[in-house]
């Protein structure tokens, strides 16, 4: 079974620019989450999303930070306008429909550096 | 603020010996809680689930649940070099992952 998918894996731009992260997750997975990982820290959610509508979006800092997921499978991550502390790893990952209790399986993660 | 608590290391033991990592948790409404390992540079990696109180074994692995202390350990017997990551605590809150800061642990052969 092919794991969670993202893209890309690094990405380096100035701030004030633009970004987008793409992710992809398990086949049959319904449930999609976006996580940030600060160096030194755990990962914290940004956004969940239950097929195609937000489940929680309570610490994405929404004057920035968008998210979709269109038809219920591929999701993209944006940030606009970017600033330093958004430099960090950006980890996707995704539930099966059948776990209620929430275990999580991570894509390899888009290291973003903002200069 | 829905908290997990990890003491951030590092846990330095020899190749061989069993590795103890703990974690507390605020949310007392938490029912599901997860260890996670990360290699430096690599995503997390699911290695246990537990949800109810007491002991649950896979491999050399052994995750401890005490819902009364809001308690939650990982024992890691037989320890390998290979076991040097970091080991993040997660439970579960409302619909989402609350994760701590990790654990470093390194394995010296």
């Known amino acids: 079974e092919a794991g969670v998918a993202q893209s890309p894996r690094y990405k380096i731009i100035e701030k004030r620019q633009s970004v987008a992260f793409w992710c992809n997750p398990i086949s049959g997975h319904a449930t999609l989450y976006w996580y940030q990982q600060i160096l030194g820290q755990g990962p914290k959610l940004l956004i969940q999303f239950q097929n195609n509508g937000v489940v929680d979006d309570s610490q994405l800092p929404k004057d920035r930070f968008s998210a979709e997921r269109l038809k219920g499978v591929d999701s993209t991550l944006k940030i606009q306008p970017a600033k330093l502390e958004d430099s960090a790893v950006y980890l996707c990952?995704?539930?099966?429909?059948?776990?209620?209790?929430?275990?999580?399986?991570f894509g390899p993660g888009t290291r973003l550096t903002v200069l | 603020q829905k908290e997990v608590e990890q003491n951030s290391g590092p846990l330095s033991v020899p190749e061989g010996a069993i590795a103890s990592l703990n974690c507390t948790y605020s949310?007392?409404?938490?029912?599901?809680f997860f260890w996670y390992r990360q290699y430096s540079g690599k995503s997390p990696e699911l290695i246990m689930s537990?949800?109810?109180?007491g002991d649950k074994e896979d491999g050399r692995f052994t995750a401890q649940l005490n819902k009364a202390s809001q308690y939650v350990s990982l024992l890691i017997r037989d320890s390998q070099p290979s076991d040097s990551a970091t080991y993040l605590c997660?439970?579960?809150?409302?619909?989402?992952?609350?994760f701590g800061k990790g654990t470093t642990l390194s394995v010296s052969s």
């Open positions: 997660a439970a579960k809150a409302g619909t989402a992952l609350i």
């Open positions: 990952a995704s539930s099966p429909p059948t776990s209620g209790r929430n275990e999580q399986f």
């Open positions: 537990i949800y109810s109180n």
């Open positions: 949310d007392r409404g938490s029912q599901s």
